[in-house]
């Protein structure tokens, strides 16, 4: 059975860091593409981040361009998001996703997902 789950997500100021966690386990998700999604409260949920497993190559939002980071390790079958100059705007439920396919005109569609986590809490004050 396929599970993800998110852990790092907190309280922190503007300006802040934090790194979440996505620990997927049931099968090996090196040829899959892992990547993180976000919902706020009464907004739909948006895409932030994806990492793709052949390659690596990463495709961010534009709103976290630049400030956050997705990355993975392979061994342990974990993607992470290094989030940096942390806004207000920011918060949300982070969701970690992982998908069998990829495709670069789609990787930013929730229904193009197989897998989800639970999701962790990011607040960022101001």
């Known amino acids: ?3 993800l789950v998110e852990t790092g997500g907190g309280l922190v100021q503007a300006g802040d860091s934090l790194r979440l966690s996505c620990a997927a386990s049931g099968r090996t998700f090196s040829s899959y593409a892992m990547g993180w999604f976000r919902q ?5 949920r948006e895409f932030v ?3 793709r497993g ?3 190559s990463t495709y961010y939002a ?3 361009k630049g400030r956050f980071t997705i990355s993975r390790d392979n061994a342990k079958n974990t993607v992470y998001l290094q989030m940096n100059s942390l ?3 920011d918060t949300a439920v982070y969701y ?3 998908r069998r396919s990829f495709y670069t005109d789609n990787y930013y569609k929730m229904r193009q997902y197989d897998y989800w986590g639970q999701g962790t ?3 960022v004050s101001s």
């Open 54 to 56: 052949s390659g690596g």
């Open 1 to 3: 059975q396929v599970q």
């Open 40 to 44: 706020a409260p009464g907004k739909e």
């Open 121 to 123: 809490q990011v607040t």
């Open 96 to 98: 970690c996703a992982v």
């Open 62 to 64: 534009d709103s976290v």
């Open 49 to 51: 981040a994806v990492i």
């Open 87 to 89: 806004k207000p705007e």
